[in-house]
């Protein structure tokens, strides 16, 4: 059974949690689906973690629908966002065309980042699932701090979810802010939300894939890494120069012959 809306909500409501992850991949997207991921995040992220870029900014709406069809093609459950990616978003016209891209190439909803009022609005006008996101804004926030420490940017966070609640967004991230500030937040909402270095009480948590299978090569205190594929993979990789080198791949089992028949005329 496919995932929707309504399921996602019944489990804030139900007080279970919600659990999405990244996905940028075929053989990723079809293993998070099979575990029961429930939301996979085609995110702008792909550009730092698998694209090689330097920021965020470079990446493109090509780049999300691109790997976005990729993510489609090993899901049958999970539900799937698609990040709208820095610049795709500045009108209301623009963000609609952009969308309306991303949901043909797979995704259930867009997200975008900010309180974007006209642009959300025109979105929702037109059927689009929005999902919101608040906290640290990756797109045009360079250096990754806490955000929402204090009294005043607390308030506004707050004020800012609620608007967007209004506005009728199905979903919001908060992304880096103190835990007791996603907790105010997800009680003041109807609407899920979903955490990223913002504690133990949103209602589910998103990480990065290559964050917690060791792919990135620093370990960052809102993640958890549950395998070590650097460590792993220069093996592997080192091994199979060996075996090359020293004529040990191929072997017997990985041949095949002619018969002795047809060889003896090529002789
Ligand atoms: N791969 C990876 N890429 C990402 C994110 C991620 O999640 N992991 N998230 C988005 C970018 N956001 C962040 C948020 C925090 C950090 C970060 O570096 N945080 C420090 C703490 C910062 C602080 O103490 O203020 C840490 O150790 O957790 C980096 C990128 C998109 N790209
Ligand atoms: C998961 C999240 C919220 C992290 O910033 C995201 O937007 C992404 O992966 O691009
Ligand atoms: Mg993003």
């Known amino acids: 059974m496919k995932k929707d809306l309504s399921y996602l909500l019944a489990k804030k409501q139900n007080h279970q949690k919600i659990v999405a992850l990244t996905a940028y991949d ?12 429930d939301i996979i995040f085609v995110g702008d992220s792909v550009g ?12 493109t709406v090509d780049d999300i629908a691109h790997h976005l069809k990729a993510v489609r093609r090993g899901v049958s459950q999970a539900y799937i966002l ?4 820095y610049n795709s978003y500045e009108t209301p016209e623009q963000a609609l065309d952009n969308a309306k891209k991303l949901l043909a190439h797979g ?37 990754k701090r806490v955000q ?8 506004t966070i707050i004020e800012d979810a609620i608007a967007l609640e209004k506005l ?15 907790q105010i937040v997800t009680e003041k909402l109807s609407i899920p939300t979903i955490g990223i270095g913002s504690g133990r009480f949103t209602d589910g948590q998103v990480l990065i894939v290559n964050d917690i299978l060791g792919i990135t090569p620093r370990k960052l205190k809102l993640a958890k890494t549950y395998q070590d594929y650097q460590t792993l993979t220069a093996q592997a990789i080192q091994k199979y120069k060996e075996d090359v080198e020293q004529n040990l791949f191929p072997t017997e089992e990985n041949v095949w012959h002619m ?7 090529l002789r």
Do not use: W
């Not at 075929?26 to 991921?37: F, M, N, Q, R």
């Not at 199905?170 to 007791?180: D, H």
């Open 148 to 155: 929402g420490k204090t009294f005043e940017q607390a308030k």
């Open 82 to 85: 698609g990040d709208l990616p």
């Open 168 to 182: 009728g967004i199905s979903m919001l991230v908060l992304e880096l802010i103190p835990e007791e500030l996603g």
């Open 107 to 143: 995704a259930d909803i867009v997200k975008l980042e900010g309180v974007r009022e006209k642009v959300i609005k025109h979105l929702i006008d037109h059927d689009i699932k929005v999902c919101g996101h608040l906290g640290l804004l990756p797109q045009t926030q360079q250096q």
């Open 259 to 265: 018969a002795e028949e047809e060889l003896k005329h």
């Open 48 to 59: 730092t973690n698998i694209l090689g870029y330097d920021s965020e900014q470079e990446v």
């Open 26 to 37: 075929y053989p990723t997207a079809l293993l998070e689906d099979k575990t029961g991921v």
